[in-house]
Nanobody, 127 residues
Framework: QLQLAESGGGLVQPGESLRLSCAAS????????IGWFRQAPGKEREGVSC????????NYADSVKGRFTISRDVTSSTVYLQMNNLKPEDTAVYYC????????????????????WGQGTQVTVSS
């Protein structure tokens, strides 16, 4: 059974960093693109970043470019989201998800394209 589990969220001050982890089980990361999304209270879920199943393509939302980095460890089936210089507007529940239809060299950050979702991890940026 395909499952995703996020971890690593927490409360940090503006300017600090966090690294989120997304542990995949039931499938290998070389099969599906993985995306990170977030949802703040009262707002739509938005795409943050993604990495293709081939690992060679990554994409980022404009709001996080230069601050967030997505990476993966195929041997441990884990995708990471390194978040630096965090801002209060980054506060949200962060989710990882798998896109089972994406071709090897592509990924996007459109929530409706993703089929399997984790339970989310809370990130709060506040002084």
């Amino acid at each position: 059974q395909l499952q995703l589990a996020e971890s690593g969220g927490g409360l940090v001050q503006p300017g600090e960093s966090l690294r989120l982890s997304c542990a995949a089980s039931g499938f290998g990361l070389t099969y599906y693109a993985i995306g990170w999304f977030r949802q703040a209270p009262g707002k739509e879920r938005e795409g943050v970043s993604c990495i293709s199943s081939g690992g060679g393509t990554t994409n980022y939302a404009d709001s996080v470019k230069g601050r967030f980095t997505i990476s993966r460890d195929v041997t441990s089936s884990t995708v990471y989201l390194q978040m630096n210089n965090l801002k209060p507007e980054d506060t949200a529940v962060y989710y990882c998800a798998a896109d089972v239809l994406a071709v090897e060299a592509m990924c996007d950050v459109i929530p409706k394209d993703y089929t399997y979702w984790g339970q989310g991890t809370q990130v709060t940026v506040s002084s």
